[in-house]
């Protein structure tokens, strides 16, 4: 017996929004164009160098928009992004993990070699010894010291460790010493500041060049003018918004890009409603939040539970009209990056109607 598999029939230049199959990602093209271009201005007003993080589209053409806005190079969080990157074109690609093991070395020289401006960052001499011993004898590579400036993730835990793992850098074979980089805590520009500015000074004394200090983060993006040892400052999720942001105060849910079109396909009750999108469209990620979602047009609607394939919505609290079987609602999700990594293709619109549909180029690729 023959087995046939069934592919998704792909929206066409056209179609409605409220005429597609869900659940799926649609994309506002006007409020992502503003939401571009509006970060673009802060950058540029402060003389700050921009790098978005791609992490958040995984789509060449919208890191192609950014660039075009005025953005200096992209932030991949992986190799194997940073490749789909270059073969889009992209030169200045800055990879923001500690990369280890000869696999990965491998694949890294040979995208060094692809590529004009390719850097990435390092937190600990062992993986300076491993980047060294591999790029030794090959073209040199060039690495940012990772600082931990209070986010309590990756990075040097000092200005004097990130001036020594600086040094051990630059005296290293096979590597160039770039700069400094840091993915901070929220609204915590002045410790950020200070200790960036003690490693700068360390470095100045030690006469080692400081050409990066890459900044980072979307939640308290409009404060890195605050950061005035910065260069740069990466971000990401600011092309869509989500959520978090909205709570953030980086924006308002009108400047929400990404929403997820879902069907109610049951109303088991008068106050439950259950959508066809779960945790393999809205992501599980709550972020701090009790609950999957803010619903469209239903404030006081909200997404308690997700199984793999149902989100089943308490309606209890809402005092108007509720959906109903077969309407289709809009969701702004909490964590909209996570979302992009969920599918294979995204869907543009404007005012309702589908611009283009892209390939999320970069989907999958976790290492």
């Avoid at 040097?156 to 850098?169: C, F, K, Y």
């Avoid at 074979?173 to 980089?181: A, K, S």
């Avoid at 509720?322 to 909490?334: F, H, L, S, V």
Wanted: aromatic share 4%; with cysteine; charged share 20%.
């Amino acid at each position: 017996m023959a087995h046939h598999i069934v592919s998704e029939i792909s929206p066409r230049s056209g179609d409605r929004i409220d005429a597609l199959s869900t659940p799926r990602p649609i994309i506002d093209e006007d409020r992502m164009a503003a939401n571009i271009a509006r970060v673009q201005s802060y950058m540029d007003a402060h003389g700050l160098n921009f790098r978005p993080h791609i992490k958040t589209h995984k789509i060449p053409a919208l890191a192609s928009a950014q660039v075009t806005a005025g953005a200096k190079g992209i932030n991949c969080q992986k190799i194997t992004e940073a490749e789909v990157f270059a073969d889009a074109g992209f030169e200045d690609i800055l990879i923001t993990f500690n990369i280890i093991g000869p696999e990965k070395l491998t694949r890294l020289s040979t995208l060094n070699d692809r590529i004009a401006g390719l850097k990435v960052v390092a937190d600990s001499k062992a993986t300076v010894d491993g980047l060294s011993a591999h790029f030794a004898a090959r073209k040199p590579l060039t690495v940012l010291v990772e600082c931990d400036t209070g986010g309590g993730r990756c990075g040097v835990q000092s200005p004097e460790e990130a001036a020594a793992l600086a040094r051990d850098i630059a005296g290293k074979p096979g590597l160039t010493f770039g700069g400094l980089m840091t993915y901070p805590k929220p609204n915590s520009a002045a410790a950020i500041q200070t200790f960036l500015a003690e490693t700068i000074s360390l470095l100045k004394r030690d006469g080692i060049d400081c050409p990066i200090v890459s900044s980072g983060g979307t939640p308290s993006l409009y404060q890195a003018h605050l950061v005035t040892a910065a260069t740069e400052h990466r971000a990401g999720t600011y092309i869509y918004n989500d959520r978090s942001m909205v709570r953030a105060g980086h924006c308002g849910e009108e400047d929400c890009a990404m929403h997820i079109l879902a069907t109610v396909v049951s109303r088991p009750t008068p106050d439950r409603a259950v959508i066809d999108a779960g945790s393999k469209a809205l992501t599980s990620d709550l972020l701090g939040f009790s609950d999957y979602g803010t619903v469209v047009g239903y404030p006081e609607a909200i997404i308690t539970n997700l199984s793999e394939e149902h989100g089943v919505i308490d309606l209890s609290k809402c005092g108007g009209p509720r959906p109903a079987i077969g309407d289709k609602i809009r969701i702004i999700p909490n964590h909209t990056c996570v979302v992009s990594n969920l599918y294979d293709r995204m869907v543009f619109h404007r005012d309702g109607i589908v611009t283009r549909v892209e390939d999320v180029a970069a989907r999958g690729l976790v290492w």
